[in-house]
T-cell receptor, first 111, second 121 residues
Framework: DQQVKQNSPSLSVQEGRISILNCDYT??????FLWYKKYPAEGPTFLIS?????DKNEDGRFTVFLNKSAKHLSLHIVPSQPGDSAVYFC??????????FGTGTRLTIIP | DTGVSQDPRHKITKRGQNVTFRCDPI?????LYWYRQTLGQGPEFLTY????????KSRLLSDRFSAERPKGSFSTLEIQRTEQGDSAMYLC???????????????????FGPGTRLTVL
């Protein structure tokens, strides 16, 4: 039962343009959704989160949108930079603070 | 270095052997988590500790797996009688529980280590 789904395994975006990473979920019970970024040979690093009571959260170049009726969230990166090339995971956080991750999307920023 | 460290970074073993991994969390963090990541998948939760108490174990954690955190600091994850299906990246994370407002709870940021890549031949 995959509760968090990232249907796009990869995405390529021109430098300076907007990157949009998507995530769908099946179970409506959660406290937060988080986005993590992972470079090769490193562990995931926290990027941004959104509470279940919000529909948008912004932090610099990163904005996360939550659409509870569609059970969908997205991460917008604008403008995209070469250093943003990485694998991005969305993750659900509920209660006991165990994270449930999606399968990830590999973002490649083309210079 | 104030981050989460894991040792070893890579381990190659033969099927049937036992392996043990170590995780050293960020010193002031009282929560420690173990995750497993296989190719093409996101990290999957295995277990977590608050101080020395193991509070939750995933059903992914078979009887061959055991985790300890004896003094509430570093943790070890042991896999007995390894199988080829155990080949994966084993990730450790640590955190301090968040305190929320208005009945909610702020997400505690989990800081991940670089992982131990296990290959079972």
């Amino acid at each position: 039962d995959q509760q968090v789904k990232q249907n796009s395994p990869s995405l390529s975006v021109q430098e300076g343009r907007i990157s949009i990473l998507n995530c769908d979920y099946t179970n409506s019970m959660f406290d937060y959704f988080l986005w993590y970024k992972k470079y090769p040979a490193e562990g995931p690093t926290f990027l941004i989160s959104i509470s279940s009571i919000k529909d948008k959260n912004e932090d610099g170049r990163f904005t996360v949108f939550l659409n509870k009726s569609a059970k969908h969230l997205s991460l917008h990166i604008v403008p995209s930079q070469p250093g943003d090339s990485a694998v991005y995971f969305c993750a659900k956080l509920i209660g006991n603070e165990k994270l449930t991750f999606g399968t990830g999307t590999r973002l490649t920023i083309i210079p | 270095d104030t981050g989460v460290s894991q040792d070893p970074r890579h381990k190659i073993t033969k099927r049937g052997q036992n392996v043990t991994f170590r995780c050293d969390p960020i010193s002031e963090h009282n929560r420690l988590y173990w995750y497993r990541q296989t190719l093409g998948q996101g990290p999957e939760f295995l277990t977590y500790f608050q101080n020395e108490a193991q509070l939750e174990k995933s059903r992914l954690l078979s009887d061959r797996f055991s985790a300890e955190r004896p003094k509430g600091s570093f943790s070890t994850l042991e896999i007995q009688r390894t199988e080829q299906g155990d080949s994966a990246m084993y990730l450790c994370a640590s955190s301090v529980p968040g305190v929320g407002l208005g009945g909610g709870r702020s997400p505690n940021e989990q800081f991940f280590g670089p992982g131990t890549r296990l290959t079972v031949l």
